[in-house]
T-cell receptor, first 113, second 113 residues
Framework: GQQLNQSPQSMFIQEGEDVSMNCTSS?????WLWYKQDPGEGPVLLIA?????ELTSNGRLTAQFGITRKDSFLNISASIPSDVGIYFC?????????????FGKGITLSVRP | EAGVTQFPSHSVIEKGQTVTLRCDPI?????LYWYRRVMGKEIKFLLH????????ESGMPNNRFLAERTGGTYSTLKVQPAELEDSGVYFC???????????FGPGTRLTVL
């Protein structure tokens, strides 16, 4: 089946640093989404991308939909302690149509004050 | 606007028992999804409802799992009889009929002993 690869499993950064996370796949996805999960909560949608090459920002977050449609990255700039959590990428097979999402295993981000 | 809600937040049952999980989607969202995350693994798709109809149930693991969405509002996911490998966090998500931005509930943590 389709898989999304996120690595490393954990990242440790200093407060104020920027961090970049990649998500890759051997299959094409036509929608890419990034979610963040805090302990005891459900995943919260950060950014949704619908077009190959699209670059979208949401505050200190920037995400890009790879031109090959097989990858995406998420950038967090000037990290703060509340950025701690698990970051998941997710891919959907269609553009703009409701369908199941395939998730990566997630990257646990720790931010040292 | 209220988000996706799930009940219960935790459930501990013994192998062979029955458990029913409930999800209330965001009001007006026709699309409702069930996902599951087993410890250390990725979030995996189980099933997708459009209103009261099952659009895609390709992720349902076996016939011990039964999902319903009578009336196209809330949904239930019943596991009968539960097995040890059913332990995990069950997430529900909902979306409008435009785009594929899925909003997740807090999850139900199911432990089968």
């Amino acid at each position: 089946g389709q898989q999304l690869n996120q690595s490393p499993q954990s990242m440790f950064i200093q407060e104020g640093e920027d961090v970049s996370m990649n998500c890759t796949s051997s299959s094409i996805f036509n929608t890419w989404l990034w979610y963040k999960q805090d302990p005891g909560e459900g995943p919260v949608l950060l950014i949704a991308l619908y077009k190959a090459g699209e670059l979208t920002s949401n505050g200190r977050l920037t995400a890009q939909f790879g031109i090959t449609r097989k990858d995406s990255f998420l950038n967090i700039s000037a990290s703060i302690p509340s950025d701690v959590g698990i970051y998941f990428c997710a891919g959907g097979p269609y553009t703009g149509a409701n369908s199941k999402l395939t998730f990566g295993k997630g990257i646990t981000l720790s931010v040292r004050p | 606007e209220a988000g996706v809600t799930q009940f219960p937040s935790h459930s501990v049952i013994e192998k062979g028992q029955t458990v029913t999980l409930r999800c209330d989607p965001i009001s007006g969202h026709d699309n409702l999804y069930w996902y599951r995350r087993v410890m250390g693994k990725e979030i995996k798709f189980l099933l997708h409802f459009v209103k009261e109809s099952k659009q895609d149930e390709s992720g349902m693991p076996n016939n011990r799992f039964l999902a319903e969405r009578t009336g196209g509002t809330y949904s239930t996911l019943k596991v009968q009889p539960a097995e040890l490998e059913d332990s995990g966090v069950y997430f529900c998500a909902s979306s409008t009929d435009r785009g594929n931005e899925q909003f997740f509930g807090p999850g139900t943590r199911l432990t089968v002993l």
